[in-house]
């Protein structure tokens, strides 16, 4: 206890979750922290079953690739578990480097750097780029890593209403008055609502004000565009971008992060980001598995494994729009492997959750706040190695399951086109 008599750790006790948190791990409903017990797969052993794995960010299916883990097996035998130290210091490897120039030729800029987590790659930006005279613009649906950068870096924050480009171009007009720079911030696919940034109208409204582009290709990067090199690829403003970041955690299957974009830039950020400068380096597997997997993606094998799970995403979709759920879709009709289910309340979300767990099948829960109130939805996400005849299966448990949920519980929100 402090001399003030306030216990710093009283909010831990009877805060506003507490409650919900009792009775879900009571019910066994609890979608979060459950154990997996084999590799990720189309199949997985969870808590002492099978599940048909529907929540795995694993998109292009490379962590049990052969070529994968012999990357991660090689680092590891040459340079160990971990190399104890930071970029800075002892932890910089050849593999190291030669990620980042195959990064950057990937991502078609002049230079990349490699950090030890995706969020700390956002970290790494903007709580060194911006300070406390400038402005950043967050689309609201941008993930939680982007806003813990812009707290960070003290930045005065004006958030829009997810995709609206009325409210960016509002939030723009407000940031002419403000003291600094102006840097707008949006992932190229959200990641818990699987839609793509409008980003030839967002990069066409930030030279319209002077803003510099900064976009999060953390689902986009593996899966979208040509090269796979994400959103801003597929849309053609790769040119009109003036930093991407990408995570190895996704279609990169190891762990970790990147940022690409000017060599100034990028060299700025090697010698001032006190998150880079004072965080470990990646442990050594982590290295190799992403550039083998990178490897992979830049082959003629890569556009092959690309197509197959955007095919697999629009099959899951159009699979569960037949069986009468909503989903989130992307104008265009650009699809994503993140394929969301709107449920529209929270408690009806992780008991839907805890049915399809039940029969086997494993998701995603986004609930308020990782959602706007009201927006509970369930994240399901497909794999290249997905096959039809798994995904089908799936489809046929979840529409045994919705009957039943919706006898008990009520109707779930139907497509929008037969609503």
Known sequence: MSQTGTDVFAKVRGHE???????????????????????????????????????????????????????????????????????????????????????????????AIVTTTGAGANLTALGTLLGPEDTVIVDSADHASILDGVLLSRAKMRPFRHNKLDKLEKALS?????????????????SMEGDVAPLREIVELGGRYGARIMVDEAHGAGVLGARGAGAAELLGVEDRVDLRMGTFSKSLASCGGFLAGPTEVIEYLRIQSRSFLFTASAVPAAVGAALAALRIIRSEEGPRLMAKVLENARYWRDGLQELGLRVVETPGDIVT???????????????????????????????????????????????????????????????????????????????????
Do not use: C
């Open 17 to 111: 979750r507490a409650e919900i948190l009792r009775a879900a791990q009571e019910a066994d409903m609890l979608p979060y922290f459950r154990v997996v017990e084999s590799p990720a797969a189309p199949i997985m052993e969870m808590e002492g079953a099978e599940r048909i794995m529907l929540g795995s960010n694993n998109y292009l299916g490379l962590t049990g690739d052969p070529r994968v883990i012999e990357g991660a097996r090689a680092a590891l035998d040459q340079y160990g578990t971990g190399l104890t130290g930071s970029r800075l210091l002892n932890g910089t490897t050849p593999l190291h480097l030669e990620l980042e120039r195959e990064i950057a030729e990937w991502m078609g800029t002049e230079d």
């Open 337 to 419: 492997p993140v394929i969301p289910v709107l449920v529209e309340d929270d408690w009806k979300a992780g008991l839907l959750w805890k049915a399809l767990w039940d029969a086997g099948i494993f998701v995603n829960v986004a609930i308020h706040p990782a959602v706007p109130p009201g927006g509970a939805l369930l994240r399901t996400s497909v794999m290249a190695t997905h096959d039809t005849a798994t995904l089908d299966d799936a489809l046929r448990r979840v529409g045994e399951v919705k009957t039943a949920f919706e006898a008990e519980h009520g109707p779930l929100p139907a497509p929008l086109s037969a609503s």
């Open 174 to 190: 407000r940031a002419a008055g403000d003291p600094g720079g102006v840097l707008i911030v949006v992932d190229g696919v959200f």
